[in-house]
């Protein structure tokens, strides 16, 4: 009923005078007069209703350090552009597109410079992609683990990427022949660098300048990054301002002293680019609190940087036995992957983990069988299975060793 | 699995012919000006490349350092501030507290210099001119003890200096825990990542696409392999090159097993096994120690990978062809085609042949399963399948090949352990078997000529078989037990796997 409708009805009952009639308009929304809603704007916000997000850890430097992703609140497989996780060594720079040049240079036939728009004019492909950071989890490798998703598992998000494959550019500039590298490197403070194998580069390395339908954001390399999919997030190099073709690794400070893995006999693994299969339950995870006995859906993540989800299986029990989860389709190869599982909350302490299994057959190890190979100072490719424990009054905990 | 993009092909031909060799085919971009060069900053190699002129002092550095650094690295580098230790922890990296410093763990002295040019100070980075940089370089590097204090830095003596962890750096082994394959199958590989296989007919060793089974990168080699060993990594793949002969008729033998980095599918280095020759059969164990048979020398080849150099030789009494090494890595068995009615057993810890298994007749191709409970010895001399026990080294089982004439050939365990396929000499008809029951129903599929090899396919449910007789590749489905499709693939394919 519409409006002059709902006046015109009011009066006819208030001319037949009060009562009953009166006593049911008092009951009755019409009885309030509409408030116009907020107007409409030109780029859009979330409710203020809704809360989550990232977790800035507490850094000497707040220019380096790093954000986490609030995975216990996320919904899907995509990560909000505003919630994707952050790694930075010297800060967020403000680059402005039209400044912006990628000079690729080294060992190629034409080296060249381009802008951004020249950039944008080559062909292009999207490619919907996880990205993690290779320090990811590392809170995992101590006795205390993690007390929530986000702090434990939190430097991981999936965005849709968009740009223009580097072997189309590699192509173009001609690469000689005794050429191996790729030197990438990124203009912020610190000139991130890092070096990447020509093979990498020519298979499906993207020059990524699209982010989840917009230029990606300056926290994830505005106007132009690398993304090496299903490799650890520091070689995703941000801000990309040089590609120096070479036939030599140059041993950058972040592929030496830092992201390499320290192994108990003293050597060091060096060049861990791949992120191996990974998964977390989200829901009921670490600091919540299920409301009551009964149905819940069980749910979390699951990705691995060699390929598609297998499957993802789920332990009610503390490991006992193990269930299949539902997964979402289409899973999509080196993206995140949502896997569910109806649940019945009986009132009983329950320890619960995923663990997920991906296409090559490479299964998520424990923690135990992580520390067994890699001792305890790696720091970096933590890919365990996560334990939370839901206690008999509904709150949920991790696992502490 | 590559996810290569194809290009617009036809559009970037077309426009070719137009442009000049300076320009982009695309039409976009200039060439770099040496300004713009110079404004990226400098970026060193390990070998000195791009390091400016200029020097520095320990001296000098020690100024710099007080000025510029000692605010966050402690006045003589010790950290606890915001910045990191640069100086101590030599010796503590096997330890359950290591302190990872300049000193203890860089593995260049160019890096330093690379890294404080770009990005130290920390709050401003790039501060420092070149004769400061070679400065408080050198004046860590003595802090540190690893120079002098009357060391200068410069161009030439900067990448010249050995960092005490220089040489602590390994490649990445992964997967290294949680697969469903145990280490033991090394020797059973199979993935996504690719397809190799080993044109010996071509002397080629040759890439595929797993998914599109299209070639993508090739290798010539300067004889002919026939076999090949990818490490657990399956990063890398040992080839050893036979010659371009045959078993009982090779007068031109190989002494060399290449070593081919599988991602940019190159030829990284050679092992030469002279005196040593025709190099065939290679297995892997756990460690990744190479065995590798000569049949000319009758001897079985132990070679440590890292050096490229045989460090054991064993008799195994006869012109062995092929082997098969245990999951656990305790015994390797050697056929040895007629040369004598035996296979060898060989202990690998004491690197001798222990024993035999007789086998009339002589013996051909060998199979370990993954579980390692069982060895699969092709019977040369009749249609037959050999079932040894490795616990006792005695054959148990005797399995006829269904609607085979000729002698068995080659046979192989799918690396989930559940199917076992064979070979017959000569014979374009293989037999596929339920290695849980071998007794049980034998599916026969007509591949291409002569086939020698098998790739099983990661999901367990097709096999590849090489048919080097007519060079194509049968794609055979195992569920259905039928050939899908056959491929042309190089000359003549002897073995090849997915990794």
């Not at chain 1, 070689?235 to 830092?258: C, F, G, I």
């Not at chain 2, 940089?133 to 004046?139: E, K, R, T, W």
């Not at chain 2, 080659?410 to 596929?432: E, Q």
């Amino acid at each position: 009923m519409n409006r002059s409708s709902r006046r015109q009805l009011l009066r006819i009952t208030a001319m037949f005078g009060g009562g009953v009639l009166a006593r049911r308009q008092k009951l009755l929304a019409w009885d309030t007069p509409g408030k116009l809603g907020a107007p409409l704007g030109p780029y859009g916000e979330r409710s203020p209703f809704e809360k989550a997000v990232r977790w800035h850890r507490e850094s000497k430097t707040p220019e380096t350090g790093s954000c986490f992703t609030p995975l216990q609140a996320s919904v899907g497989t995509i990560t909000p552009s505003s919630l994707h996780y952050e790694r930075h060594h010297s800060g967020i720079p403000t680059i402005d597109p039209a400044q912006h040049r990628l000079i690729i240079h080294g060992m190629v036939d034409r080296p060249l410079v381009l802008t951004m728009a020249e950039i944008q004019r080559l062909p292009s492909i999207t490619r919907t992609l996880v990205l993690e950071c290779g320090g990811n989890s590392a809170g995992e490798w101590a006795a205390r683990t993690g007390a929530d998703v986000q702090r434990s598992y939190g430097l991981v998000s999936c965005s849709e990427w968009t740009g223009v494959p580097l072997a189309t550019l590699l192509a173009d500039v001609g690469v000689k022949p005794s050429a191996s590298w790729v030197i990438a490197e990124g203009a912020d403070a610190c000139r991130m660098e890092r070096s990447i194998p020509l093979a990498k580069a020519m298979d499906n390395t993207l020059l990524a300048y699209g982010q989840n339908g917009e230029m990606i954001r300056p926290s994830q390399g505005y106007p132009l990054r690398l993304i090496n999919p299903g490799w650890e997030g520091n070689t995703n190099v941000k801000w990309l301002h040089s590609l120096k073709v070479t036939s030599q690794p140059y041993m950058a400070r972040d592929e030496t002293s830092k992201y390499s893995d320290l192994m108990p006999d003293g050597t060091t693994r060096i060049f861990t680019y791949r992120m191996e299969a990974k998964s977390v339950i989200t829901f009921p995870s670490g600091g919540q609190t299920l409301p009551g006995v009964g149905l819940y859906e069980l749910t979390g993540l699951a990705w691995s940087g060699n390929g598609k989800i297998e499957r993802v299986e789920i332990t009610t029990d503390g490991g006992r036995s193990w269930t299949a989860a539902q997964l979402q389709e289409p899973r999509l190869p080196i993206a995140l992957t949502r896997f569910r599982m109806p649940w019945r909350f009986e009132g009983r302490e329950t320890i619960i983990a995923s663990r997920a299994v991906d296409e090559t057959g490479y299964v998520q190890p424990s923690r135990e069988q992580l520390i067994a190979v890699r001792g305890h100072n790696s720091i970096y490719h933590y890919n365990g299975t996560k334990f939370w424990r839901v206690q008999a009054n509904g709150e949920v905990t991790n696992v502490d060793a | 699995m590559s996810t290569r993009n194809a290009l617009p092909l036809a559009i970037v031909v077309a426009c070719a012919a137009t442009l000049t060799a300076q320009s982009s085919r695309f039409g976009v971009g200039r060439p770099p000006t040496p300004d713009d060069v110079r404004s990226l900053g400098a970026a060193i190699a390990p070998d000195g490349d791009g390091l400016p002129a200029g020097a520095g002092t320990v001296a000098e550095g020690r100024t710099v350092f007080a000025a510029r650094c000692a605010s966050c690295h402690g006045p003589n580098g010790e950290g606890g501030g915001v910045g990191a230790a640069l100086v101590g922890g030599h010796g503590t990296l096997a330890t359950a507290r290591p302190l990872k410093t300049v000193g203890s763990f860089w593995p260049q002295a160019t890096t330093v210099w690379d890294y404080v040019n770009r990005a130290m100070p920390f709050d401003q980075p790039g501060l420092l001119k070149p004769d400061e940089v070679y400065a408080v370089v050198a004046y860590i590097l003595n802090l540190n003890a690893i120079v002098g204090a009357d060391a200068v830095m410069n161009a030439r003596t900067l990448p010249a200096v050995k960092m005490p962890n220089r040489d602590g750096f390994v490649a990445d082994p992964r997967p290294d825990v949680g697969s469903e394959m145990k280490m033991a199958d090394v020797n059973h590989p199979t993935g996504t990542r690719g397809l190799l296989l080993i044109d010996k007919l071509g002397a080629t060793i040759r890439f595929f696409d797993p998914a599109t089974l299209t070639e993508r990168a090739s290798i010539k080699a300067a004889t002919n392999p026939h076999d090949f060993a990818l490490t657990a990594d399956r990063k890398t793949a040992y080839v050893p090159l036979y010659g371009d002969g045959v078993y009982g008729r090779n007068p031109n033998p190989g002494h060399e097993v290449l070593i081919v980095d599988m991602d940019s599918a190159k030829v990284v280095g050679t092992i030469d096994v002279a005196p040593y020759r025709a190099p065939h059969g290679i297995q892997l164990d756990a460690s990744g120690t190479i065995y590798v048979t000569s049949d000319l020398d009758r001897k079985l080849l132990v070679i440590d990978p890292k050096a490229r150099k045989i460090t054991h030789t064993i008799d195994t009494e006869g012109t062995t062809h092929w082997i098969g090494i245990l999951p656990d890595g305790s015994k390797i068995y050697a056929t040895n085609k007629n040369d004598g009615p035996f296979v060898s057993v060989i202990d690998v810890k004491s690197r001798k042949m222990t024993g035999r298994i007789a086998v009339p007749g002589g013996t051909q191709g060998i199979a370990v399963s993954p579980d390692g409970s069982r060895v699969v010895i092709m019977a040369m001399a009749e249609p037959t399948a050999l079932v040894v026990d490795p616990k006792s080294d005695t054959v148990v089982d005797r399995i006829t090949l269904k609607d085979q004439k000729t002698g068995g050939y080659k046979a192989y365990f799918s690396p989930d352990g559940k199917r076992l396929l064979t070979m017959n000499s000569g014979s374009p008809v293989i037999n596929i078997f339920d290695a849980t029951n071998l007794h049980g129903a034998q599916r026969t599929v007509t591949v291409g000529k002569d086939p020698m090899g098998f790739a099983f396919s990661a999901d367990g449910k097709t096999a590849l078989s090489a048919n080097h007789g007519d060079g194509t590749v049968s794609l055979i489905d195992l569920e259905k037990g039928e050939t899908v499709r056959t491929f042309k693939a190089g000359t003549g394919i002897e073995t090849l796997a997915y990794y």
